[in-house]
């Protein structure tokens, strides 16, 4: 434990001092130590992904929800007819933001079959306290998003949760899914018909071959 811990310090330290252009010093340790934090996790993770194996089909479909995207402009997710979706809600101070690279990698990856949607949110431990045009800088500046993000919303289950994640949260109106975002960086896969199939932890890298074999499926 004594030398983990050295090394933890260690790894810190450097990290410190070499404080990323575009990042805080936390947002540079966070990103560092984000490998480890996966490793770590990664059983659990697995054991927390939720799939819809009954088939079930939405009560409300998914194609009549619209939200703001973080320009101000709305977002019809009518377009998105025929794609499979991954929903994400993101933060820039988490544990878990570097997730945004592999997001955009997982974006080039499947070109127009897939659309990645981020929500970003400040619902755990204040972790995303930007406005919008902050988000949107950070985001491209230290991990070339190109993927749609939407307005800065409310995704765990109060008065504002926001519409979407209202709809992928509540079984009476996707048809099997009650899981709120267990935290940033949840994701939420809707097939092209608009059926949410599966909920993955923050916990499961977006590049996992689970999360790869769900965007594959026929």
């Known amino acids: 434990m004594i030398k983990i811990a050295i090394a933890l310090g260690?790894?810190?330290t450097a990290t410190l001092l070499m404080k990323k252009t575009g990042m805080s010093y936390r947002q540079s340790v966070m990103?560092?130590?984000?490998p480890a934090i996966m490793w770590s996790s990664k059983a659990s993770g697995r054991k927390q992904i939720q799939t819809n194996s009954n088939n079930a089909v939405p009560i409300v479909s998914f194609y009549d929800l619209s939200v703001?995207?973080?320009?101000?402009?709305?977002f019809k997710f009518s377009a998105l007819k025929g794609k499979k979706v991954?929903?994400?809600?993101?933060?820039?101070?988490?544990?878990?933001?570097?997730?945004?690279?592999?997001?955009?990698?997982?974006?080039?990856?499947?070109g127009d079959k897939l659309v990645i949607v981020g929500f970003?949110?400040?619902?755990?431990?204040?972790?995303e306290s930007s406005d919008n045009a902050s988000i949107v800088?950070?985001?491209?500046?230290?991990?070339?998003?190109?993927?749609p993000l939407m307005e800065k919303s409310i995704v765990i289950k109060q008065n504002h949760q926001n519409e979407v994640h209202k709809w992928l949260s509540d079984m009476t109106i996707n048809g099997w899914c009650h899981q709120e975002p267990a935290w940033n960086f949840c994701k939420y896969l809707v097939n092209e018909h608009g059926v949410l199939t599966h909920y993955f932890p923050m916990t499961v890298d977006p590049l996992a071959?689970?999360?790869?074999?769900?965007?594959?499926?026929?």
């Open 10 to 12: 260690v790894l810190v």
């Open 31 to 34: 990103k560092t130590l984000y």
């Open 68 to 74: 703001k995207d973080i320009n101000g402009n709305d």
């Open 86 to 110: 991954l929903i994400v809600n993101t933060a820039s101070d988490c544990g878990f933001t570097a997730q945004y690279e592999a997001l955009e990698r997982l974006s080039h990856q499947f």
């Open 120 to 127: 970003p949110s400040n619902d755990f431990k204040e972790q």
């Open 137 to 147: 800088s950070f985001c491209k500046k230290n991990y070339g998003v190109t993927f």
């Open 209 to 218: 071959p689970e999360v790869i074999a769900a965007i594959d499926a026929k």
